[in-house]
């Protein structure tokens, strides 16, 4: 069975870090460009992240440039979201998703194959 899980959320004070995870089993990553996701309550899903498989080049939306961190462990299957210097307005659920392409090809969920379940990611005082 093909599929993704994420974990690693939570409730974090702003100003704090998180590092979400996502892993792969049933296939490997190795063929597949990793996007990170998030839609806030009431909002549309949106692209945060994504790393090309083909020469680990990076993308990061506007709003997290600088703070989050998007990286693979290739060993372990795994895709990991560093986020740090966390806002309020970061609340959302986050998911990963396995890309059609090796490479990031934008935010579209038709250019995403697999998809996760989510995990909560809740920054309040």
């Known amino acids: 069975q093909l599929q993704l899980v994420e974990s690693g959320g939570g409730l974090v004070q702003p100003g704090g870090s998180l590092r979400l995870s996502c892993a792969a089993s049933?296939?490997?990553?190795?063929?597949?460009?990793i996007g990170w996701f998030r839609q806030a309550p009431g909002k549309e899903r949106v692209g945060v992240s994504c790393?090309?498989?083909?020469?680990?080049?990076?993308n990061y939306a506007d709003s997290v440039k600088g703070r989050f961190t998007i990286s693979t462990d290739n060993v372990k299957n795994m895709v990991y979201l560093q986020m740090n210097s966390l806002k309020p307005e970061d609340t959302a659920i986050y998911y990963c998703?396995?890309?059609?392409?090796?490479?990031?090809?934008?935010?579209?969920?038709?250019?995403?194959?697999?998809w996760g379940q989510g995990t909560q990611v809740t920054v309040s005082s």
């Open positions: 049933g296939f490997t990553l190795d063929y597949y460009a």
């Open positions: 998703a396995a890309g059609r392409h090796y490479y990031c090809s934008g935010y579209a969920a038709a250019e995403y194959a697999f």
């Open positions: 790393i090309s498989k083909t020469d680990s080049r990076t």
